[in-house]
């Protein structure tokens, strides 16, 4: 569901705004009926920023309580990828300059604008906004993919080396042969029982 915020001082430029947004047709949005939300204050409008998550904003460039610069400042703040266009009565080079500089916006349009140029600025918007949004979910899903990898990865390196250790110990337990032990010494000693004896020789003669 797409979000659009709409914020000027002048409730008839504002209704002018839903006006045209309303023939935005569901087809062009994948499908998706925007909900539009006019206001006619900036104060009011960030405040609701901090309460709804908006996929574009159009903003008036000239606005009693705030130009639509510092507005938009304070809402990337609340909202950093949001998709912004200014409008404005005046055609100054210096005002353009300034909000394509420090707030980036889609779009710089005039009063009175064009109500198809908008909707297609509006739909181009909320399209990279789309597409903004399913990289940032194939990126999370990559790092948690990666992450999952690397845990598995340790766990491996954990369990051979425990295997390495145990393999130490029974080797530490076996340590090789008792040299004292003619068993295991492997000393072999002969046998008596095959010795016969000269039972001529005298064992009493010292000679």
């Known amino acids: 569901m797409y979000r659009i915020m709409l914020v000027d001082d002048e409730p008839n430029i504002l209704s002018a705004l839903r006006r045209a947004l309303a023939k935005l047709a569901p087809s062009e949005l994948d499908g998706e009926v925007p909900i539009v939300e006019p206001y006619a204050s900036a104060a009011e409008a960030l405040k609701r920023c901090s309460e709804a998550r908006f996929d574009i904003v159009i903003s008036d460039f000239r606005m009693p309580d705030m130009n639509g610069v510092e507005f938009l400042k304070q809402m990337i703040a609340l909202q950093p990828n949001v998709a912004r266009i200014v409008l404005s009565g005046y055609t100054e080079l210096e005002s353009v300059i300034e ?11 005039t009063k009175p604008w064009n109500d198809a140029e908008l909707r297609l600025v509006v739909r181009q918007g909320l399209q990279q ?16 993919q990666e992450g999952e990898l690397e845990r598995q990865r340790k766990r491996l390196e954990a369990l051979e080396d425990a295997e390495q250790r ?18 295991e010494a492997g000393v072999a000693y002969p046998d008596a029982s095959g010795i016969e004896i000269d039972e001529s020789i005298d064992l009493d003669d010292k000679r």
């Open 166 to 183: 145990a393999e130490l110990e029974s080797i530490k337990l076996d340590d090789g042969p008792d040299l004292d032990d003619p068993d």
């Open 129 to 144: 906004r789309a597409l903004f949004l399913e990289n940032q979910r194939l990126a999370n899903l990559v790092r948690a």
């Open 99 to 109: 909000a394509v500089n420090e707030v980036q916006i889609l779009r710089y349009m």
